[in-house]
């Protein structure tokens, strides 16, 4: 039965697995005999295999003697064997796309070592196609991702693009990222785009179509990037005072604009 962890990352457990999850953010799955804690950390290496060499670095496991994982999909990972006072830990590692989700595998009985490793190898990771965008570029856009999906910290990654020469490389993620299911993913795509300062045709209408975005605050957004970017002022300002109206969405100005 597959399991989602995050909008990414899924995982095949058996009807028999019931699931809780925890204040300080893992997902639990359980059934006699077996405890499966997940976690996931953000703003990794685009990287794959260097991010879970780093992670293990990091951790500093006792004891490795299950093999390194690569597939096709893009995942890379490790697991490590551990016992301790006749409990049994397979703690498995993988990383895609810039994230990393450790998965600790607890059981009292080492046979079911089998069981934990089949778990762990039907772990899928599924991003959105401007993420695999921004691996795509190189550098990575690591920046911009974490800015787009995080609603933070816009303007500082589109500074850091600009001073790598990355303009280029950063326009096409952004259009697909205004198509994002996402809410924060498009408000932030749309202040991106009215920093960025490109008026082509491509920018203007990607930014044209977040003004009937099902969303007031990508409304509100998509106007205010069209106006820096010299659109009529008569054609925008209707979208921009919805958002007052429907007390919503602050009208970002200037300096003060809102983040996210």
Known sequence: MQQTLSDNWTLDVGPAFSRRETDDGFTV???PGMEIWAVIYCEQSFDADKAVRSFLDWTKPAKSDVAFRRSSD????????????????????????????KLDFRFPEQGQVDSAVAIWHSLKCSVPAWVEMCGRASPPLAELREALERGIDVEEAIEGIEERGQVGDAIPVLLEASKSDTQTVRQSTCEALGLIGDTSDEVLAALRARLNDRSVQVRAWSADALLDLGEPAETIVPFMIEGLQKNESPIPKGEGRVQG
């Open 74 to 101: 893009g995942i890379a990972g490790r697991a490590v064997l551990t016992n301790e006072q006749n409990a049994w830990t397979l703690t498995a590692v993988a990383a895609s796309h810039g994230r990393i989700i």
């Open 29 to 31: 799955f359980e059934r």
